[in-house]
């Protein structure tokens, strides 16, 4: 732990601690307003904040707490009600504290003025009738460890109004329980007192909560109770062992028993050494601590990493890659079966090191959904609407560099939609919708892409003010027909805003540009949907990975380049007729669907005539396809992309760089570019 | 590091562009190559044509001479690639350079190094941070990092 | 031989500051996150003095004076409680449960050390 001694540092850490579970408590809270835990978790942390705040010179921030902590003090007590603006306050004043903590001069005492006002005009507001519970709540945690817990009961406890159940239940609480009863001392029926307890339980209790938290569930019957609690450890093992440490068997009964061959359990219970029930609780407790070793196994097995190292094992996979290959293009010219036969094993194995290696840089989704739960909630409050968060997915795990790269055109996205998808709460009404918007994140695998949505129940897109505005800035001529797709691409184009009114949130026209590009960055594509008076979905589709893709080399000129097989659609022949018909426009005819395409050699200026049956490769971007006319289309290619450096920022139509198999360096394609560039090629386009 | 009037020396390598002799400190010097397969950029500058592979990175090659408006001089025997490591935009970044020949590593003092002439100058006097003599030969003190950030 | 202190605080640096005030002055202190905690670590006595947090987790500070009042072990032995003046209401109710003196925070170093002179003798 921690090895600061100085209590000042401590406080600043306890109270950062603090905070982070007064936010997450006050979150919670507004879904859940009955919940006494998370009132007394939030009570708490504001009364220690205080407390402490008050010992080690935070006047400010003691001060500052110490009404908040009031009107929590009169909710745990049930005057108070947790409505959606006291905790709207607690948040604000959450904040608030931590500036305060952070320095004098790090909060606006404006502001915290304005919080302690509402605070207190809410906290003389009536009382709202609700009944005080004692309050419990979670303690501190520490290590797993298997307690074997051994109880029983006077016998006239159960006269005495003690029921052992809610112990039960109790230690069940604190983590995976194995309860037997114990029944030996059970007499014949026509001795058996029916109100007597002749029961004894053994617990097999796997927790992180402290040997004080198990002893408190029995405090109260302490007196009356006969308990044992011991730590098991994980040393769980051979039957025997189990019942010589329970002190049921003893050793040389064991070892001599043991020595036959038959099960040791049966003969253990024949020779009379251990009752039956003794035997069934030790199997319990071995079956207890094997499931919880293994259970543990998954939740400790993991061990941090700086991402640096991680970093540097992905690129040295890389090279890995990159040398395989090479392997690869040399053994195809080889007879050696041997040769070869080692060369495949090396390729299986380099492949399998580069899938776990890309797992281990993977994280869940959900790291990056959690931050939308506070963006939401104070960003429909500011603008007066009521908005739900739902959120699904969240395990899908991705890149954590793409992770990382996503949040900010998430952020874009959403505030969007709340501020121009969702409606306020009259509107909704006034179109027959309930009063509360729905937010709704969602997260999916797709292949070796990941699916993000973002969907609102809103009022949907404006085609019509799309419309105009995209006539307004030249990007269409007006009464051009345009399908709706391409009307709602526009929204991308920078410049564009369709707020009529421009607020504080968006609305200023960047947002969705930012977003586009952020995307591309990520070598991913973003796609809308919206119907009219329902909503609107923005999918942004991504890779798995930013290191490695599977990619398509080929050939232009005397120059290989590397297109990344996601994108590819099919390649086909160039026929004459399309290659001759040099006039007018470069399309093509796939199964009826008119593809405009380009011809590589020359948009890279290659001096060298063109293989006489030129290719074309059909690759798409965002719901769009381009044709790519290639000398020739070479294969597969495992592709570790290098990124280009900033001499080369002025280059568009590739994304990055690979090294082949012979060493020499291949450019990847941007298609997403190319794919904007063969489809403008066409209309008038902007000059940029 | 500009010119200082100290008596410190320090190391440099030497090189030939178009018949003129430049050096680059040799702390920035990684390593020194013979010509290896080069991969043209499309559309790239003319100053940044290419891209080598330099033990597993992809690194761009540069062409100073294009910088200088020297005459482009055709690959012979004698020319290298000077690996150089410099801060660029704020990232360290590692660039190939094309030299007719490589001499030597020299030890020039900076004394000896003198501003460049304001006027008389063949080239962008900002392109050159000092000109120094090496027994009867001018040696130009490209000002590297300058000319790539000027792009 | 040094008097033994128990400290109960779910405040850690309260705790810290607790034990660097007392423990400078040359008793032993055993710390406690929360009642059960307390009892844990000390139910079985060998205490001289208890000082102990109201509002705590599993086992707020009433609770703890209450089940240290059961134990023969803490008869005679003085628990003070640290309470601040919003818990006023607390204050009667602690001495019902069988507390023998408070202490208001925030408090100076000097002064919890002289109130716990003045208890101890």
Same mark, same amino acid.
């Given at each position: 732990?921690?090895?600061?001694?100085?209590?000042?540092?401590?406080?600043?850490?306890?109270?950062?601690?603090?905070?982070?579970?007064?936010?997450?408590?006050?979150?919670?809270?507004?879904?859940?307003?009955?919940?006494?835990?998370?009132?007394?978790?939030?009570?708490?942390?504001?009364?220690?904040?205080?407390?402490?705040?008050?010992?080690?010179?935070?006047?400010?921030?003691?001060?500052?707490?110490?009404?908040?902590?009031?009107?929590?003090?009169?909710?745990?007590?049930?005057?108070?009600?947790?409505?959606? &603006?006291?905790?709207?306050?607690?948040?604000?004043?959450?904040?608030?504290?931590?500036?305060?903590?952070?320095?004098?001069?790090?909060?606006?005492?404006?502001?915290?003025?304005?919080?302690?006002?509402?605070?207190?005009?809410?906290?003389?507001?009536?009382?709202?009738?609700?009944?005080?519970?004692?309050?419990?709540?979670?303690?501190?945690?520490?290590?797993?460890?298997?307690?074997?817990?051994?109880?029983?009961?006077?016998?006239?406890?159960?006269?005495?109004?003690?029921?052992?159940?809610?112990?039960?239940?109790?230690?069940?609480?604190?983590?995976?329980?194995?309860?037997?009863?114990?029944?030996?001392?059970?007499?014949?029926?026509?001795?058996?007192?029916?109100?007597?307890?002749?029961?004894?339980?053994?617990?097999?209790?796997?927790?992180? +909560?402290?040997?004080?938290?198990?002893?408190?569930?029995?405090?109260?019957?302490?007196?009356?109770? &006969?308990?044992?609690?011991?730590?098991?450890?994980?040393?769980?093992?051979?039957?025997?062992?189990?019942?010589?440490?329970?002190?049921?068997?003893?050793?040389?009964?064991?070892?001599?028993?043991?020595?036959?061959?038959?099960?040791?359990?049966?003969?253990?219970?024949?020779?009379?050494?251990?009752?039956?029930?003794?035997?069934?609780?030790?199997?319990?407790?071995?079956?207890?601590?094997?499931?919880?070793?293994?259970?543990?196994?998954?939740?400790?097995?993991?061990?941090?990493?700086?991402?640096?190292?991680?970093?540097?094992?992905?690129?040295?996979?890389?090279?890995?890659?990159?040398?395989?290959?090479?392997?690869?293009?040399?053994?195809?010219?080889?007879?050696?079966? +041997?040769?070869?036969?080692?060369?495949?094993?090396?390729?299986?194995?380099?492949?399998?090191?580069?899938?776990?290696?890309?797992?281990?840089?993977?994280?869940?989704?959900?790291?990056?959904?959690?931050?939308?739960?506070?963006?939401?909630?104070?960003?429909? +409050?500011?603008?007066?609407?009521?908005?739900?968060?739902?959120?699904?997915?969240?395990?899908?795990?991705?890149?954590?560099?793409?992770?990382?790269?996503?949040?900010?055109?998430?952020?874009?996205?959403?505030?969007?939609?709340?501020?121009?998808?969702?409606?306020?709460?009259?509107?909704?009404?006034?179109?027959?919708?309930?009063?509360?918007?729905?937010?709704?994140?969602?997260?999916?695998?797709?292949?070796?892409?990941?699916?993000?949505?973002?969907?609102?129940?809103?009022?949907?897109?404006?085609?019509?003010?799309?419309?105009?505005?995209?006539?307004?800035?030249?990007?269409?001529?007006?009464?051009?027909?345009?399908?709706?797709?391409?009307?709602?691409?526009?929204?991308?184009?920078?410049?564009?805003?369709?707020?009529?009114?421009?607020?504080?949130?968006?609305?200023?026209?960047?947002?969705?540009?930012?977003?586009?590009?952020?995307?591309?960055?990520?070598?991913?594509?973003?796609?809308?949907?919206?119907?009219?008076?329902?909503?609107?979905?923005?999918?942004?589709?991504?890779?798995?990975?930013?290191?490695?893709?599977?990619?398509?080399?080929?050939?232009?000129?005397?120059?290989?380049?590397?297109?990344?097989?996601?994108?590819?659609?099919?390649?086909?022949?160039?026929?004459?007729?399309?290659?001759?018909?040099?006039?007018?426009?470069?399309?093509?005819?796939?199964?009826?669907?008119?593809?405009?395409?380009?011809?590589?050699?020359?948009?890279?200026?290659?001096?060298?005539?063109?293989?006489?049956?030129?290719?074309?490769?059909?690759?798409?971007?965002?719901?769009?396809?381009?044709?790519?006319?290639?000398?020739?289309?070479?294969?597969? +290619?495992?592709?570790?992309?290098?990124?280009?450096?900033?001499?080369?920022?002025?280059?568009?139509?590739?994304?990055?760089?690979?090294?082949?198999?012979?060493?020499?360096?291949?450019?990847?394609?941007?298609?997403?570019?190319?794919?904007?560039?063969?489809?403008?090629?066409?209309?008038?386009?902007?000059?940029? | 590091?500009?010119?200082?009037?100290?008596?410190?020396? /320090?190391?440099?390598?030497?090189?030939?562009?178009?018949?003129?002799?430049?050096?680059?400190?040799?702390?920035?010097?990684?390593?020194?190559?013979?010509?290896?397969?080069?991969?043209?950029?499309?559309?790239?500058?003319? /100053?940044?044509?290419?891209?080598?592979?330099?033990?597993?990175?992809?690194?761009?090659?540069?062409?100073?001479?294009?910088?200088?408006?020297?005459?482009?001089?055709?690959?012979?025997?004698?020319?290298?690639?000077?690996?150089?490591?410099?801060?660029?935009?704020?990232?360290?970044?590692?660039?190939?350079?094309?030299?007719?020949?490589?001499?030597?590593?020299?030890?020039?003092?900076?004394?000896?190094?003198?501003?460049?002439?304001?006027?008389?100058?063949?080239?962008?006097?900002?392109?050159?941070?000092?000109?120094?003599?090496?027994?009867?030969?001018?040696?130009?003190?490209?000002?590297?990092?300058?000319?790539?950030?000027?792009? | 031989?040094?008097?033994?202190?128990?400290?109960?605080?779910? =405040?850690?640096?309260?705790?810290?500051?607790?034990?660097?005030?007392?423990?400078?002055?040359?008793?032993?202190?055993?710390?406690? =996150?929360?009642?059960?905690?307390? #009892?844990?670590?000390?139910?079985?006595?060998?205490?001289?003095?208890?000082?102990?947090? #109201?509002?705590?987790?599993?086992?707020?500070? #009433? =609770?703890?004076?209450?089940?240290?009042?059961?134990?023969?072990?803490?008869?005679?032995?003085?628990?003070?409680?640290?309470?601040?003046?919003?818990?006023?209401?607390?204050?009667?109710?602690?001495?019902?449960?069988?507390?023998?003196?408070?202490?208001?925070?925030?408090?100076?170093?000097?002064?919890?050390?002289?109130?716990?002179?003045?208890? #101890?003798?």
């Amino acid at each position: 732990m921690a090895a600061a001694t100085d209590p000042h540092q401590i406080f600043l850490e306890e109270a950062a601690e603090l905070l982070i579970q007064l936010e997450a408590a006050l979150l919670s809270l507004e879904a859940a307003p009955d919940d006494r835990e998370l009132i007394a978790t939030a009570f708490r942390a504001l009364h220690t904040i205080k407390g402490s705040g008050a010992m080690f010179g935070f006047d400010a921030v003691a001060e500052f707490t110490h009404q908040l902590e009031s009107a929590f003090d009169r909710v745990r007590n049930g005057q108070l009600a947790p409505s959606a &603006e006291l905790i709207g306050i607690a948040l604000a004043a959450k904040d608030h504290i931590r500036d305060l903590i952070g320095g004098p001069d790090a909060a606006d005492p404006a502001a915290g003025a304005d919080l302690l006002c509402r605070v207190s005009q809410l906290v003389g507001a009536p009382a709202a009738p609700s009944q005080a519970a004692p309050v419990a709540a979670e303690g501190r945690r520490e290590a797993m460890v298997t307690w074997r817990i051994r109880f029983g009961l006077a016998a006239d406890s159960l006269e005495r109004g003690i029921n052992p159940l809610p112990l039960l239940d109790e230690l069940r609480s604190f983590g995976p329980c194995t309860v037997l009863a114990l029944t030996d001392a059970v007499p014949p029926l026509a001795e058996l007192d029916p109100v007597a307890c002749y029961l004894r339980w053994d617990v097999m209790l796997t927790t992180d +909560h402290p040997r004080g938290d198990i002893e408190g569930v029995f405090i109260f019957v302490a007196d009356e109770c &006969e308990l044992q609690l011991e730590a098991v450890g994980d040393a769980g093992g051979r039957l025997g062992d189990i019942l010589v440490r329970r002190g049921d068997a003893h050793p040389e009964t064991v070892e001599t028993i043991a020595a036959g061959r038959e099960r040791l359990g049966t003969l253990l219970v024949r020779e009379g050494v251990v009752g039956e029930p003794q035997l069934r609780s030790a199997l319990a407790e071995q079956k207890h601590v094997r499931e919880a070793a293994g259970s543990q196994a998954a939740a400790i097995g993991s061990v941090r990493v700086p991402a640096e190292r991680l970093d540097n094992l992905m690129d040295q996979v890389g090279e890995l890659v990159i040398a395989q290959a090479r392997l690869k293009q040399l053994v195809a010219a080889c007879d050696d079966g +041997h040769i070869k036969a080692v060369a495949e094993e090396i390729e299986r194995l380099s492949n399998g090191l580069r899938d776990t290696t890309m797992g281990i840089r993977t994280v869940p989704i959900g790291s990056l959904f959690d931050r939308f739960r506070r963006l939401v909630r104070d960003l429909s +409050h500011d603008l007066g609407k009521n908005v739900r968060l739902t959120m699904s997915g969240e395990e899908t795990e991705l890149d954590k560099t793409v992770i990382e790269r996503l949040n900010d055109p998430l952020v874009h996205i959403v505030r969007n939609s709340l501020d121009h998808g969702i409606e306020d709460p009259d509107a909704r009404e006034l179109a027959g919708k309930p009063r509360q918007g729905c937010l709704q994140l969602s997260a999916a695998h797709s292949g070796a892409q990941v699916l993000v949505k973002v969907r609102d129940d809103g009022r949907g897109l404006d085609r019509d003010r799309l419309r105009a505005k995209a006539e307004e800035m030249g990007l269409l001529v007006p009464g051009a027909p345009i399908t709706d797709a391409e009307l709602l691409q526009t929204i991308f184009h920078p410049g564009l805003s369709t707020a009529a009114q421009v607020t504080s949130v968006s609305g200023r026209g960047v947002g969705m540009d930012v977003v586009k590009r952020a995307v591309d960055g990520l070598r991913g594509s973003i796609e809308v949907a919206s119907v009219p008076g329902e909503g609107t979905e923005i999918a942004l589709t991504l890779p798995l990975t930013l290191a490695i893709i599977d990619g398509l080399l080929v050939r232009v000129g005397n120059g290989r380049y590397v297109i990344p097989l996601s994108a590819v659609e099919e390649c086909v022949e160039l026929s004459t007729a399309d290659d001759l018909r040099h006039t007018g426009r470069n399309f093509l005819s796939i199964r009826g669907d008119l593809v405009p395409f380009i011809r590589l050699r020359q948009t890279f200026r290659s001096p060298l005539p063109a293989d006489p049956y030129q290719k074309v490769v059909i690759v798409a971007a965002a719901e769009r396809r381009v044709g790519l006319v290639v000398d020739q289309v070479i294969g597969d +290619h495992q592709t570790v992309i290098k990124s280009l450096s900033r001499l080369h920022a002025d280059v568009a139509n590739f994304s990055g760089a690979t090294i082949l198999g012979d060493g020499t360096v291949a450019l990847i394609l941007d298609v997403g570019h190319l794919v904007a560039e063969g489809q403008a090629a066409e209309p008038p386009r902007q000059a940029s | 590091m500009p010119p200082a009037s100290g008596n410190r020396s /320090f190391e440099a390598l030497t090189f030939a562009l178009s018949g003129e002799i430049f050096a680059v400190d040799a702390y920035m010097v990684r390593e020194i190559l013979d010509i290896i397969p080069v991969t043209e950029v499309p559309g790239a500058q003319d /100053f940044v044509p290419g891209l080598i592979n330099v033990r597993g990175r992809v690194v761009p090659l540069a062409d100073l001479r294009v910088k200088f408006g020297m005459e482009v001089a055709a690959i012979s025997p004698d020319t290298r690639i000077v690996v150089v490591e410099m801060e660029l935009f704020g990232e360290a970044t590692i660039v190939g350079l094309l030299a007719d020949k490589v001499y030597e590593v020299a030890e020039l003092t900076e004394a000896a190094i003198e501003d460049p002439p304001a006027i008389g100058m063949k080239w962008r006097p900002d392109f050159i941070k000092g000109v120094g003599k090496h027994g009867n030969d001018f040696i130009f003190i490209p000002a590297i990092e300058h000319i790539f950030a000027a792009g | 031989m040094s008097k033994t202190i128990l400290s109960v605080d779910d =405040s850690a640096s309260m705790r810290q500051m607790v034990k660097l005030t007392l423990g400078g002055a040359g008793y032993e202190v055993i710390e406690a =996150s929360d009642g059960s905690d307390a #009892l844990a670590k000390a139910g079985g006595g060998g205490v001289h003095m208890v000082l102990t947090d #109201l509002n705590m987790p599993n086992m707020d500070g #009433l =609770s703890l004076i209450r089940e240290l009042r059961k134990l023969p072990a803490y008869k005679g032995v003085p628990i003070i409680f640290l309470t601040t003046e919003s818990d006023g209401g607390k204050k009667s109710e602690a001495k019902a449960a069988g507390a023998t003196a408070w202490i208001v925070k925030p408090f100076q170093q000097q002064q919890l050390l002289d109130v716990v002179r003045k208890v #101890l003798g």
